[in-house]
């Protein structure tokens, strides 16, 4: 007997398209921002590769792409499927904002490469200064970031009640 097939995801909404677009406009790679708007708009919040292709109209080789970028920065998870070869890919269980936030080292690690390069240039030169600003804004994002996502967490709690 074979098992029941899921219909094929529909193609994503034009809003997650808009969304995609933003992020993307905003410095975020284009077919991850597309995946990762699939990933939200889809109902269980996971697709296997091949759904997240036909939700885009993508090849298989930009699924795997943007997968492996989703991946790489903590946005998404690969799980694979009892019985299956093919793996979902998910959305984590936390709030998907919330996760990367707690778990991304970038800003950690612009506030280091750019104290770096600003102990490269020379002192008092106002290349150094607009580094020195940067590698301050840096950590300062470093340091309020757990304490926001606290403040976040709060909120959210409180307007579900």
Do not use: C
Request: charged share 20%; proline share 9%; no cysteine.
């Amino acid at each position: 007997m074979t098992p029941p097939q899921t219909p094929p995801p529909a193609r994503i909404p034009p809003s997650a398209e808009t969304s995609a677009a933003v992020m993307t406009a905003a410095g975020f790679p284009k077919m991850p921002a597309r995946a990762l708007m699939a990933l939200l708009a889809s109902e269980e919040g996971a697709l296997t590769a091949t759904e997240l292709g036909e939700a885009l109209g993508a090849s298989p080789a930009a699924v795997s792409g943007a997968v492996r970028y989703l991946q790489q920065v903590g946005f998404i998870h690969r799980v694979s499927q009892p019985g299956s070869r093919r793996d979902r890919y998910e959305l984590p269980e936390d709030a998907w904002y919330v996760a990367s936030m707690r778990q991304n080292p970038v800003y950690e690690k612009l506030a280091g490469i750019s104290t770096a390069m600003a102990s490269e240039l020379p002192e008092g030169s106002a290349a150094r200064s607009r580094v020195e600003d940067m590698a301050h804004f840096y950590r300062f994002l470093v340091e309020r970031m757990p304490r926001l996502m606290d403040e976040w967490e709060a909120e959210r709690a409180a307007a579900s009640g």
